[in-house]
């Protein structure tokens, strides 16, 4: 607003279109209007920036109209902003998801390798035949989980 509400200042003045027509025998020059400054008062500037391609509404000298179509186009980007967001918010809780799941997995492949070991401190804790992990195995804890587990199996 600053910059552009003043272009004399700057030497910003905008020049007039001109065009020459030559039929021939006569030569033309048509001059168009100089355009109007979009910067002139700090609401226009903030439209025209706003705005940059869309609709020309300065031919248009009914403010509720220019009110209306700001007030949408800033309601159009919060939401478009907050799609955007909640995209993002998704991803990463997905990304977070997988790599908790990842770390589980992994330190259950290491505990079961470093039981599975010949010199392994739990190899004589453990039974030959287990199937599971455990870290510090109670044999009376584990012989009821595993008989309640085939007591749920079979219902």
């Known amino acids: ?19 020459t027509l030559d039929n021939g025998t006569n030569n033309f020059t048509l001059t168009g ?12 500037a903030i439209l025209s920036a706003y705005y940059w391609n869309a609709i020309d509404l300065s031919g248009y000298n009914y403010w509720p109209l220019k009110l209306l179509a700001f007030i949408a186009n800033v309601i159009l980007v919060l939401v478009l902003l907050n799609m955007i967001i909640a995209l993002m918010n998704d991803a990463f809780n997905k990304a977070k998801e997988d790599g908790n799941l990842g770390l589980v997995t992994f330190r259950a ?6 039981e599975r070991l010949d010199n392994s401190f739990f190899r004589k804790l453990l039974h030959s035949n287990s199937p599971y992990i455990c870290f510090h195995q109670n044999h009376d804890i584990t012989e009821k989980w595993i008989k309640k587990t085939k007591k749920n199996l079979k219902t």
């Open 33 to 44: 209007e100089i355009p109007e400054n979009p910067f002139n008062t700090i609401w226009d």
């Open 109 to 114: 492949e290491l505990i079961d390798e470093y």
């Open 1 to 19: 607003f600053v910059l552009f509400g003043h272009p004399s200042l700057l030497d910003l003045n905008p020049s007039a279109s001109t065009f």
